[in-house]
């Protein structure tokens, strides 16, 4: 007995073999019309009954591997909420890598890669940071990458992000509007890709409003509530103080929020404060966080999309998603 295959399906509904496939696992990225004759197709051949065979003969393990740095971080969550949403619509199931920011972990992670115990990767780590190594995309046994929020070296036709710099440049653009002169960078850690973009658009916005970049307005952190505490006691110290604050990542935004608050200094009526990401307690901090709304839901489905794409076989396309300005109390004019 003959088993019905993908060409059976795209020649009854009178489709391309890459719709068929499309439908069968990016679903979502089919129009309706489209997408309800194929799987009428799909019934009436029964094809589908062969998917777990065909599964098989392909060495599929339909497990995704998501690698995160720190699964305690509540910038995680919308996406990988997002990642599992597409994941479960297939079928597939996620396994979570937890690195610790430790390369021996990350190096147990890429062995599932290359014994096939994954499909593929959602690397939401930083790819370009000294002790991770992203193995190349036409490696002997490596599946699939995606990067998520970072584009790593080799795979720039992989990744699904925001433009970092262009919203922090509108981010210090927005303080500048305020009337803002004296402005202050926190920034995440120094050898983070994001750090670079985000200081980029910091110095970019100071630049098109012909301000003179402070040196001593950059203070270092590292994305953490602590480091947000640290910054505080910087501003303290500071004879000039900054009447705004640009923090890389919401956390230290909050940790600087939560220092004045203590030390009875009001934001924004004494120095407004911005983060980055609008993660859940942003809204709930008082003031509530003025910060850039990245999509993070929707860039962790997206990844998963584009990595079903290519293990597909279709070619990769990065996504680049829009963000948003959230303006909320912990921003406003300066005190004259």
């Known amino acids: ?137 036409n490696a002997k046994g490596i599946r699939p990458i995606v990067t998520i929020s970072e584009v790593a070296p080799g795979f720039a036709n992989t990744a699904v992000m925001i433009d970092n710099v262009a919203a922090a440049e509108a981010m210090v653009s927005h303080l500048i509007a305020q009337g803002h002169q004296r402005i202050a960078h926190v920034t995440g850690p120094s050898n983070d890709i994001l750090t670079r973009e985000r200081m980029r658009g910091y110095r970019r916005a100071l630049a098109t409003a012909g301000l003179t970049e402070d040196a001593g307005y950059v203070i270092p952190g590292d994305y953490s509530l602590a480091s947000g505490r640290a910054a505080f006691d910087r501003f303290l110290a500071m004879a000039n103080r900054p009447t705004a604050i640009f923090f890389a990542n919401d956390e230290s935004a909050m940790g600087f929020i939560s220092s004045a608050n203590l030390a009875g200094v009001r934001v924004p009526a004494e120095v407004s404060v911005a983060g980055f990401d609008d993660i859940h307690f942003a809204q709930s901090c008082t003031p509530a966080l003025t910060t850039i709304r990245q999509p993070r839901a929707e860039m962790g489905a997206e990844a998963m999309r584009v990595l079903l794409a290519i293990i597909a076989g279709e070619a990769p396309a990065s996504v680049c998603l829009p963000f948003e300005l959230i303006e909320r109390a912990s921003t406003a004019p300066p005190a004259r």
């Open 1 to 137: 007995m003959t088993h019905p295959t993908i060409e059976d399906v795209a020649r009854l509904a009178d489709v391309s073999i890459a719709t068929v496939s499309r439908c069968l696992h990016t679903p979502e990225r089919v129009a309706p019309p489209t997408r309800e004759r194929v799987l009428a197709a799909v019934r009436e051949t029964g094809y589908n009954l062969n998917l777990a065979a065909q599964s098989l003969r392909r060495r599929r393990s339909d497990t995704v591997l998501v690698v995160v740095p720190d699964i305690g971080n509540t910038y995680f969550s919308d996406i990988l909420g997002g990642i599992e949403r597409v994941a479960s619509a297939q079928g597939l199931t996620m396994l979570i890598g937890d690195t610790r920011r430790s390369r021996t972990r990350e190096e147990s992670y890429v062995r599932h890669l290359v014994n096939g115990r994954a499909d593929g990767a959602l690397l939401l780590i930083d790819p370009q940071a000294a002790w991770f190594e992203v193995p190349a995309p």
